[in-house]
């Protein structure tokens, strides 16, 4: 940032933290902070259960020992949550140093949350609050208000669209996200109805049998299982938990419809024909790159293969 700040040049800098994430040993965490929570006992989330979620996958199931290891696991996720913060402000002082404050764009994200034995489950990648619902904080001193917050259902696919149109850059076709620099600015505007959401299944170790879709807007959460067409639908407002599931009640049988229709067209608009997680293996990657989507955008993967090619050797 120093050589940037002295050269006038605009730039992007991207930082990617490995913490809060397991190991959860007191090793992954600065001792320093480890010992702000060492005597703290940190509550288990009313959702919490130790009998695993049938829909798990391997990560996801809770081990045998989990109840006693929990509350160490918590407190070393809180210890690096703490240092995370710490080494943000220093990012963000730095840049106030440099006086680059009000022409930088900050943005502090995360792509899943962790579960921690909510609804039987470790570890993320499911439509449940803990895992999904995660932060975007933004900073730009005299354009973004502060402490303005936002209903906007933004996501993964919505930040480089909104990104590019707060810097004034050009937008390409292909983008399936939405922008919504207004919303960022304080301006409103119009906004997605509703955030979707895809379990492609267990792609880390290409296993089938854990494929869901869903999701979320400003009241309700549904989901379904590819497995066995098992759907979940919670109205969070009242159930912030996601412990009653209203699909085998009578009176929200219009509501999970009206869901179960929304998510199916947003799905047929998208060509998201919701196969097994191998069928993504075998169609559309190659050595784990990804080579096709359900929209028909290619990647090139042989001018890939010749950035790589140039990269300098470790």
């Known amino acids: 940032m120093k050589s940037q ?19 959860w040993d007191d090793g992954n965490a600065p001792a320093a902070y480890r010992e702000l929570f060492r005597e703290v006992t940190l509550p288990r989330r009313p959702n919490y259960s130790e009998t695993s979620d049938p829909y798990a996958d391997n990560w996801a ?29 220093r990012l963000m002082d730095a840049i106030d140093r440099m ?15 962790e579960m921690f034995g909510a609804h039987g489950r470790r570890a993320k990648y499911i439509f ?32 480089m669209p909104t990104l590019l149109s707060l810097l004034n850059l050009p937008v390409p076709r292909s983008v399936e996200g939405v922008d919504l620099s207004r919303h960022a600015l304080g301006q409103g505007g119009s906004a997605p109805d509703a955030a979707h959401l895809q379990g492609m299944g267990t792609t880390a170790a290409w296993t089938d049998g854990t494929e869901w879709r869903g999701l979320r807007d400003n009241e309700y959460t549904y989901a379904v299982y590819r497995r066995d067409g098992r759907e979940l639908l919670f109205h969070h ?4 938990y996601q412990m009653r599931d209203l699909t085998g009640e009578r ?17 047929k608009e998208r060509n998201d024909t919701f196969e097994a997680c191998t069928w993504y293996r075998d169609h559309w990657t190659r050595d784990r790159n990804i080579t096709l989507t359900a929209t028909g ?16 050797k470790a």
């Open 251 to 267: 009176s929200a049988a219009a509501t999970l419809h009206h869901y179960r229709q929304k998510s199916q067209a947003w799905r």
């Open 61 to 89: 199931k809770l081990p045998a020992d989990y109840p006693k290891v929990i509350d160490a696991y918590q407190r070393t996720y809180y210890a690096q949550t703490a240092n995370i913060d710490w080494n943000v402000g």
């Open 99 to 113: 006086h680059l404050a009000e022409d930088t764009v900050f943005v502090f994200t995360s792509d899943h949350g």
């Open 128 to 159: 449940y609050e803990e895992a999904a619902r995660v932060p975007f904080l933004m900073r730009w001193p005299g354009h973004i208000p502060a402490k303005l917050t936002s209903d906007a259902l933004l996501g993964t696919p919505d930040i």
């Open 297 to 312: 955008v290619k990647q090139n993967l042989a001018a890939l293969d010749k950035i790589r090619a140039n990269w300098p």
């Open 5 to 23: 700040a002295k050269s006038g040049s605009p730039f992007a800098l991207f930082l990617s933290w490995g913490p809060p994430h397991d190991p």
């Open 237 to 240: 407002r009242s159930d912030p």
